[in-house]
């Protein structure tokens, strides 16, 4: 469903208007274009000193040729992206009018709360020096992997810093804090690439944990899910279809499922991408053992995503047990069957994904979706405590959580609901399928095996919850 206010706010007389009236301005979001570059313009690279993790960022600033300039304490690193055989351009603070496209700042060197100081130092002065649809990044170190209980504060601090920068810089821009555990350096690059990029157009304010993995790929980043097989469940339409068709961009043989009487929708997308297609109720009781035998003729899948779900709206009061039963089995226990089957007869490959679909109604809650709510939050429950269990497996589990998507369901919400929702956000629009995609396309990179048990919202930082 097209945004009509986007549309208007973005033209000549809208912009005058909004402008003037201080209403909502929702611009055009870059997304996702193979033909452009990673990041499309200059990149400002800071840190606090001591900082640790300047090497492996400069080996992906250089892997996606960034065009890349030392900002604050540029002497501590300029070294350290030498040796990763990344030339840094000089930058000088009081140069107001150059701009960039990117922030990039490695706080790991921060070890107590008075050192919080050099992040105001190396943002303060450029601020408004970044482009439309820019990009902050900030790595540190995770919190709970720090012996000293004042640098885990002061690395706890970084959290609501880069929320609020995000809801600060305006402009369709981004902010986004990724935790580096111990002995994890080399595994920031999938996560580096996602939030520079386009790919990451809808996400904000968000906190990844990327922790240590012994696992090591070489991999085509034109065509990083090559050779992989993928199922995408509730996949004939909206959020399913997009992921289907970016899984298949970047190189998946995609199992496209969903309910038999989707079936003909599920061959135009199964069709259109070179697919297969399973037509099956995932809430049958022989579901788990049909999804088992059909993956395993394929030789296993490399990835799962969990992405099929219904609502039933109403107040506690005023529900059925119907509508409580189908949300929940359809939105959490099936996942639960499902995942069952699937490990008891060893269906996921080595350094497998397995990825869900929540909600940030799972999150904050909703009037009027106490069973939505529940399922989507027990989704999340299931991310974290499977977590530690799978890593052992050399699987990783993760999950989005979508804010207000285009999608048909959203298009059948009252008109004054419906814009609350497109407005009450950073980037004051509703997000399109295809920005859920491009999270899960993230997480099921064989890449990103350091990224587990993390909860990622796609909602252009919505105002309501965490």
């Known amino acids: 469903m097209s945004d009509r206010y986007q549309l208007f706010a973005n033209s000549p007389a809208g912009r005058l208007l909004t402008r003037n009236l201080g209403l909502p301005a929702p611009l055009v979001l870059d997304r996702f274009d193979a033909s452009k570059p990673l990041v499309n313009g200059a990149v400002l690279l800071g840190a606090a000193p001591n900082a640790e993790l300047i090497a492996p960022i400069a080996k992906v600033l250089k892997n996606i040729h960034a065009d890349v300039y030392a900002g604050h304490s540029a002497s501590i690193h300029q070294i350290a992206a030498s040796d990763a055989g990344l030339s840094l351009r000089s930058f000088s603070s009081d140069d107001r009018i150059f701009k960039f496209k990117a922030f990039v700042f490695d706080a790991t060197g921060i070890k107590n709360s008075e050192q919080l100081v050099e992040v105001y130092n190396f943002f303060h002065p450029i601020a408004r020096q970044l482009v439309n649809c820019g990009r902050v ?203 069952d089957a699937l490990f008891a007869n060893n269906v996921i490959n080595a350094n497998g994904r397995v990825i869900c679909v929540s909600s940030i109604s799972g999150i904050a809650g909703n009037l009027g979706q106490s069973n939505y709510g529940m399922s989507k939050a027990g989704v999340i429950g299931m991310v974290q405590s499977m977590a530690p269990i799978l890593k052992a497996q050399g699987i990783t ?36 399928p295809v920005d859920v995609a491009e999270a899960i396309a993230w997480y099921a990179s064989p890449a990103s095996a350091g990224v587990n048990g993390n909860v990622v919202r796609v909602c252009g930082q919505s105002l309501i919850g965490a």
């Open 137 to 339: 990044v900030i790595l540190g170190r995770t919190p709970e992997s720090c012996t000293d209980p004042k640098q885990a504060t002061a690395q706890r601090a970084l959290e609501g810093f880069t929320r609020s920068v995000g809801k600060e810089f305006k402009k369709a821009c981004t902010a986004q804090l990724i935790y580096v555990a111990p002995n994890a350096e080399d595994q920031i690059e999938s996560s580096l690439r996602f939030f520079l990029s386009a790919q990451s157009a809808y996400v904000s304010g968000q906190v990844v944990r990327v922790s240590a993995s012994e696992t090591q790929v070489n991999i085509d980043w034109s065509k990083p899910l090559a050779g992989k097989t993928a199922l995408v469940t509730g996949a004939s339409r909206g959020i399913g279809e997009a992921i289907a068709e970016v899984l298949a961009r970047d190189g998946a043989h995609v199992i496209c499922l969903d309910i038999p009487a989707q079936e003909a929708d599920l061959q135009r997308v199964a069709g259109a991408l070179g697919g297969s297609v399973l037509a099956l109720d995932i809430t049958a009781a022989d579901a788990p053992q049909q999804i088992t035998d059909y993956c395993k003729a394929k030789g296993g899948l490399d990835i799962i995503v969990h992405n099929a779900g219904v609502t039933r709206d109403k107040t506690l009061a005023n529900m059925t047990p119907q509508q409580w039963g189908l949300v929940m089995n359809i939105n959490l226990s099936s996942e639960e069957r499902i995942n």
């Open 397 to 432: 589990i993760n999950a989005v959580a979508p804010g207000f998507i285009e999608t048909q369901m959203t298009a059948a919400i009252p008109f004054a609901i419906r814009e609350a929702g497109r407005r009450m956000n950073s980037m004051s629009q509703g997000g399109q």
